[in-house]
């Protein structure tokens, strides 16, 4: 498993990068060693399993999402191929629009909690820091009286 990950690495590294061939020279030479130190430790090699299916494209994607909005009877198919919505699709979009609308004020509201405890937290710090002018009198002036 571990030469497999090291060469799945050196491979991905190749793809992604511009490699110089001492890199890649001394990426495989590491994982011919491990290769020969597993195998005088009797571990063997397993063989990699392939999977057959391919994760989906876009499009495929886009084609199930349709065939779902159609299965729960949001959407159906009118003339020309093209989508219409149903009644039941027309409740579902108008209670998300107004859930999202929730979350959205919800968010302004959090955001304009934080932006008024951050002014708040300095109007302390600098009202801290300033001092009256003119309250405190020089030792010699003192002195003079």
Do not use: C, W
């Not at 063989?47 to 886009?62: C, I, R, W, Y």
């Not at 108008?94 to 008024?116: F, G, H, P, S």
């Amino acid at each position: 498993m571990l030469v497999g990950h090291l060469l799945n690495a050196k491979k991905k590294h190749d793809e992604t990068k511009n490699v110089e061939s001492e890199e890649v020279e001394h990426l495989q030479k590491g994982a011919d060693y491990l290769t020969t130190l597993l195998l005088q430790q009797g571990i063997q090699q397993t063989q990699k399993t392939v999977s057959a299916n391919k994760p989906k494209g876009v499009d495929e994607l886009k084609k199930d999402f349709v065939e779902n909005l159609v299965k729960n009877g949001l959407v159906n198919i009118g003339d020309g191929g093209r989508t219409v919505l149903t009644d039941k699709g027309q409740e579902h979009l108008i209670k998300q629009t107004k859930n999202a609308e929730m979350r959205v004020t919800l968010a302004k509201l959090r955001n304009l909690r934080y932006r008024n405890s951050i002014a708040k937290t300095r109007k302390k710090r600098s009202s801290g820091k300033k001092t009256r002018k003119g309250t405190k009198k020089s030792a010699k002036r003192k002195k003079r009286r």
